[in-house]
């Protein structure tokens, strides 16, 4: 019977399955994050057995918090929840009974896939087997009309017939997809405290890279002005995503007093960021970085044409990912939503930028017309003056939480379960 099997969420990815090479590394490292996401729950083990994975559950293991974190984790295309089960038909029918009995539904299909190959019956035989006896029960509790539907069924049951295993589950969940974070090696992205920059580390850490933060604030922080709480919330909740995040701080007021009393006031933006990008560099290489990613989308705003974009680019040699280059506005919004940091990038501030801002940004720049512009700067010096003064804070996800790590003590990368 159902409460004597054991349970578990049973796990698939996609694209890991086409890294033929690796796949052992890919698949290590999910398992690796699954349990480093789990951290704190009873779980028993997590195996991986013939392509997919399962997280088995202790008995007292609490269903909402295990999905909840397990929705978190790129990689995973898909989940349920799942019960091991006999196999024989007559068995997974029962075992399925039990789980699509708890509500009503007046459509449903059964669908087989068949890993063992030596499993007596073919998948259809089992899909119209199962399917029948499911029927028959369906019918009995909710009434005549429950039918099979297979295009669109209200619910659809899963069987996994494993050689040492059968799993059934209903009602599929789905994952973040994605590679597993920590796959593809280190970026830093420059993250404000508005909504772009970080659903654009988001996008990156989807696609397995590990992304560090560099903010520049205005010194001191003043209370309720300074963006600096604001990028520090902003990491902290993307760190469920990749369980360790390092953000520097970095003090830009200085800098821009100098840019806005040597350099000629519509190219100020421009060379903020280039004074950005040139110091987030610096970061990125100390932290062997491969690129650096900001949140800029084409022409969302002045310096974001395609001129001025090129011309900020100019100064870096890492290549500059900028994963929303063609997101609207309300996209970028939508994952926010999704992801959890539009609350955060809601709150307002006074930004450092503001304070300095020219009344006609140039639109149309060239780089080395910006070069100019900056050629009363001594460049070297304000690039070592922002490193200089940039402080790193720590954020380590650990049993469901984010906690600050002092400056010294280093974060660890989650314990895996074997
Ligand atoms: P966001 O783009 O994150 O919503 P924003 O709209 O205030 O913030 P933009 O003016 O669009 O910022 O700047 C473009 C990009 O430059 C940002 O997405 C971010 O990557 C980078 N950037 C801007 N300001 C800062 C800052 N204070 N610290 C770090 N990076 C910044
Ligand atoms: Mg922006």
Redesign the pocket.
Known sequence: MIEAMRRAILIHYHEIALKAGNRGFFVGKLKHNLAAALEGLPVDRITHPEGRITVWLGDDAPLEPVLDRVRRVFGVANFAVAHESGREPAAIAETAWAMLRERPFATFAVRVKRADKTYPMMSLEVERAVGGMLKVRAQEAFGPQVAVNLDAPERTCSIEIMRDLVLVSVDKLAGPGGMSVGTAGRVMC???G?????V?AWFMMKRGAKVLF????ATPERAGQS?APVARELARRLTPWQFNSFLWMAP?EEIQRHIVAKAPAPFRIILY?RM?LRIAERLARRENCLGLV???SLA??A??TLHNLQTVNDVARLPVYRPLIGFDKEEIMHRARLLGTYATSSQKFE???PLFMPKNPIIHSQADTATQAESALDVEALIKLGVAGATLERFHYKTGEVVECGATEAPRDPVVSP
Do not use: E, I
């Open positions: 420059l993250l404000s508005g909504f772009d920059s970080a654009a560099t903010h520049f604030h963006s830009f960021r950005m900001t949140g800029d969302q705003v310096s974001q930004d450092c930028c």
